[in-house]
């Protein structure tokens, strides 16, 4: 009996080992299955998922601009016509050398209109030097300023565009624009060295920096020493003959006096002091010129007062203009009233 019962379960245990070695689980759902082969898998691209019963996206129309059509003969016309119909207010201030308001000074207007129309009109400034032009229509505007006993100064401008400009003016009441008189004051005799058209008497030079000396008395070259102003220019030879810029340098000299550069437009007063016998002036490469122009008060030797306007020609053949005033009295008044009786005009020929 016991050896049966031995029997049974060895069976019953051999039968389970055998579903143990032989049975495979199926596989899951969704789950891959992988199929043993003896040939190498190739890859291959994965399919996009498309959702189904969907239609392609539409792209926008590009939108066309219909083409403006060509304007019209009289279409052109307002356009012309309101450019030069533009309102035109204008607001000014005369003041004098020394920022003082100038009463009662000549205003007077100019503007252009359509078809090169012109008009006019005129009125005074006040007591603080103010004035104003108001409710005209125009596409420019001209103002000139005049009093009796007054310079004009050439530095102011008196144009102003109102419209079809690049710079177009627009009146401000509270910053008005400042024109500028310069008083007369009593002028005196002086000598003049001029050309022969009265612009700048002209003297050759060398690059080398050999000094030429004029006389301002005569206008006439001198001895080295003799003459109360000297010029020496250098040069240095460009590499390349096509070469537009160079180096040079000049040296301006008042031998036994000085002189002083100045940029005032009415160089009337010469000062006293400040002055040097030698100025040196040379190229800059920010602002290269090959003709600079320079004023100086002079105080000479023989203790007079003048002003020259020296202007140089730079190059492989330079020369020197001036233009000069001297007060022979000695007097430090550098204002000239051209036909003064007393004015001495120095020979013109050739130096």
């Known amino acids: 009996m016991r050896l049966r019962i031995i029997i049974i379960c060895a ?24 199929i043993a082969t003896n040939q190498q898998l190739q890859s291959q691209p994965p399919k996009m998922q498309t959702a ?13 601009k219909t083409p403006r059509p060509p304007l019209t003969t009289n279409e052109i016309r307002e356009r012309i016509m309101a450019d030069w119909q533009k309102p035109i207010d204008f607001y000014g201030k005369v003041i004098d050398e020394n920022s003082n308001p100038v009463e009662n000074a000549s205003i007077s207007f100019q503007w252009s209109g359509f ?11 006040d007591a603080d030097g103010l004035f104003s032009l108001r409710g005209k229509t125009g596409q420019s505007l001209r103002v000139s300023i005049n009093k009796e006993g007054y310079y ?12 079809l400009g690049p710079d177009i003016y627009s009146p401000e009441e509270w910053n008005p624009v400042v024109f500028h008189l310069h008083k007369k004051g009593t002028p005196e005799p002086l000598m003049r060295l001029a050309g022969a058209m009265l612009g700048p008497r002209q003297y050759r030079l060398d690059t080398k920096g050999t000094p030429t000396d004029i006389s301002f008395y005569t206008g006439k070259r001198t001895p080295q020493g003799e ?7 250098w040069m240095a030879t460009p590499q ?5 810029q160079f180096d040079w340098r000049c040296q301006v000299t008042v031998p036994g006096g000085g002189l002083q550069a100045t940029t005032e437009e009415f160089p009337f007063n010469a000062p006293e002091k400040v002055y040097q016998e030698s100025i040196e002036i040379d190229s800059d490469t920010n ?9 100086f008060y002079v105080h000479l030797a023989d203790s007079k007062y ?21 007060n022979p009295s000695g007097s430090k008044n550098l204002e000239y009233e051209k036909y003064l009786p007393g004015n001495i005009m120095v020979d013109q020929s050739a130096p």
């Open 152 to 163: 004009n100064s050439r530095k102011d401008t008196t144009d102003f565009e109102y419209s």
């Open 240 to 244: 390349d003959p096509q070469q537009r």
């Open 11 to 34: 069976v019953i245990l051999a039968f389970c080992l055998w579903l143990l070695l032989h049975h495979r689980p199926s596989p899951q759902k969704g789950e891959p299955v992988v």
């Open 306 to 326: 003048g002003r020259v306007k020296f202007s140089l020609n730079c190059s492989s053949n330079p020369f020197f203009g001036v233009e000069t005033l001297i």
């Open 287 to 295: 602002s290269w010129t090959y003709m600079p122009e320079e004023t």
């Open 52 to 64: 189904q019963n969907s239609s392609p996206q539409s792209l926008p129309s590009p939108q066309v």
């Open 227 to 233: 003459g109360q102003f000297r010029v020496q220019y």
């Open 115 to 125: 078809s090169d129309q012109q008009f006019s009109a005129a009125t005074n400034s």
